[in-house]
């Protein structure tokens, strides 16, 4: 009989701590019991009501209309992240969310998830049962259920329904650095706008530390619930990959695979490309702010350089809404350039027109920089008409001088003509 392959694999997992005892598991089933049934006021300690949502039920010490706030963000980022994976959630996610930790009971939560919320954290702890079909290798989820825990911090709560929504979808949030950096994702979404929106702590870390490697971040061996610092580098890995153009459209189907399988890495997906993730990542890191997009400044991979000879020369159409733009010009160490950038734009919409050669200070004005191995130079100023020499040999890439979170606005190309000066 078929039945006789399948084994039923029931796991308990708690993201966002460090450790999980026992004792923490039978709290968590009891919760669970308890949180099916009919509310009646003895379910929750006094100062604490209960709300439900479409998606949600959370058990909470905020006032009626904080709690309406956070239902709406909350089925808000839902839906949007639901969409995003092509499964929206499907099943109730239960919630306790702490302002004051002095009005719940003593012993009322498990003891990791208590000290998570004295902490300032959040927990989710999940109970899964999978079947494995030992003939053929596969797994199928019979059931998944999760319960949050979190501070009523802006943040915390979507951050912690987001490993909620995976376990219960998938089966699994996948390794740490996608389910937390995805996590935090969540934590940011906004419908429509890919510009960076984080929070002002999380941006001064991110600006004045010197960044994490690639390697480091995806390492299987790192665990959740580290640090804030550690989640800090995920979301940026994550916010760059899943919407620079150049890695979006394999983030998902890579995010899907890791959720229902768990067997895809990101090696196994990404791997031959981690020289140029890695070099758009601390891209992405050098010129981080509010507002900044990485949409607008993924790095063109495509366009091939080449040397010009004799009269030659190579031409490319430069936007003033974009980051650093290939010209196609392979330039020669201490080479001479002779360039033209024809062509008006402009710093905002209602920003006055200017030429390649900007305005008085120096704003609008053509700027390039060489790529070479994937390193950069400095940059320098160009123009809207001179003579360059190169610095050294490598690809020309150049943009409109503008602060790199405010290019969204800016209108206009210019035409960018180089050849061998005279
Ligand atoms: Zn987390």
Known sequence: MRYGFY????????????????RAQDTSKKAKEKGGKARDAAAVPTGVREYTSRNFVVRTDLTPDETKDLLERLETMITQVGRYWGKPNAQ??????VKKPDVWPEGFFPPEAWQSILSG??????????????FAGT??????????????DRGTPQHEAVHAYCVQTFGTSGPTWFAEGIAELGNYWRDKDVSVQIHPG????????????????????????DSWQNYAWRWALCHMLAFNPNYAARFRPLGLSILAEGNQTFE?????????????????????????????????????AIGVRGKSQVQ???????????????????????????????????????????????????????????????????GREGRWTAPQEGALFVRCQDEWNNLADNNGTVTLKLKLAE
């Open 202 to 225: 999380v941006m001064e870390y991110l600006q004045n530390t010197e960044p994490v490697p690639l390697t480091e971040i995806v390492d299987l061996r790192q665990t959740t619930g």
């Open 139 to 152: 797994k199928t989820l019979l059931n998944a259920k999760s319960i949050v825990y979190a501070v009523a």
């Open 7 to 22: 084994l039923t694999v029931l796991t308990l997992t708690i993201i966002g701590s460090l450790s999980a005892s026992l």
């Open 92 to 97: 109730i996610i239960e919630m306790y969310v």
């Open 316 to 382: 490319s159409r430069i936007n003033a809404g974009r980051g650093w733009q290939a010209t196609r010009l392979l330039t020669k160490a201490d080479q001479s350039y002779a360039y033209t950038a024809d062509g008006e734009w402009q710093l905002g919409k209602e920003g006055e027109k200017l030429t390649a050669d900007g305005d008085e200070k120096g704003q609008g004005k053509l700027v390039g920089v060489i790529f070479d191995d994937y390193k950069l130079s400095e940059p320098f100023e160009l």
């Open 121 to 134: 954290g959040g927990l989710t702890m999940s109970q899964t049962t999978v079947s494995v079909d030992r």
């Open 268 to 304: 196994s997906v990404y791997g031959s490309m981690a020289p140029e993730i890695s070099f758009e990542y601390l891209q992405f890191l050098e010129h981080l702010d509010q507002g900044y997009r990485v949409d607008l400044c993924s790095w063109d991979w495509k366009t091939k």
